[in-house]
């Protein structure tokens, strides 16, 4: 199985597959650098970290599951904007999702668009969200921000596509339990056939 044309300056070996489940790569993603970083900021900050000392890649693919109001279940999204979601120290005076006494933007934008596929702002977070509101972005995960911090911080191209698995709504747990099995198929189907 050969990639699309969708990065032809880099080499397959030259690319790091980065999801937080096994669940989310099936049985498509063996063949290739895989790493897969466990669930939240924390485990992923750790794994890309010591993935990227051992692999030195020359572009980063993030590819998982996710929740959003916005697309329907079983849309695959490119996201290039990224949110901490559960930062908040508004009782400190700042600004919700902004990180005290660091140059970071709120919004953190770092990643390659991928053309025929919508762009979105991905709210990361430590917790399994169900309601977003009005906030500043459209598609919810568990890891996406760290993993784009990382890959700006080490000069390294980040790809990052989502999965919607869910509405990110009262259903979110039991509709995430059966489509994140159907994510791996959706990526094969952008990354590895002609477009």
């Known amino acids: ?33 895989t790493v897969f970083t466990g669930i939240g900021k924390v485990n992923a900050a750790i794994t890309l970290t010591r993935a990227i000392t051992r692999h030195r890649p020359r572009l980063i693919v993030n590819l998982g599951s996710a929740g959003s109001k916005r697309h329907g279940k079983g849309t695959v999204v490119c996201c290039n904007r990224f949110v901490q979601r559960d930062m908040d120290v508004t009782p400190l005076g700042f600004a919700r999702y902004e990180t005290p006494f660091s140059d970071m933007p709120v919004v953190l934008e770092h990643g390659t668009a991928i053309s025929g596929l919508p762009l979105e702002a991905c709210g990361t977070g430590d917790n399994f969200e169900v309601s977003h509101g009005d906030a500043p972005y459209d598609v919810v995960d568990m890891e996406a921000y760290v993993l784009a911090l990382i890959a700006r911080s080490e000069n390294i191209p980040f790809v990052c596509l989502k999965y919607i698995s869910d509405d990110a709504g009262s259903e979110a747990a039991s509709d995430w339990a059966v489509q994140v099995h159907l994510a791996a198929e959706a990526f094969k189907r952008v990354l590895f056939q002609p477009r």
Do not use: K, Y
């Open 1 to 33: 199985m050969m990639l699309t044309p969708l990065f032809p300056q880099v080499s397959p070996e030259d690319i790091l597959f980065v999801f937080a489940l096994e669940a989310e790569a099936g049985q498509v993603f063996g063949h290739l650098n």
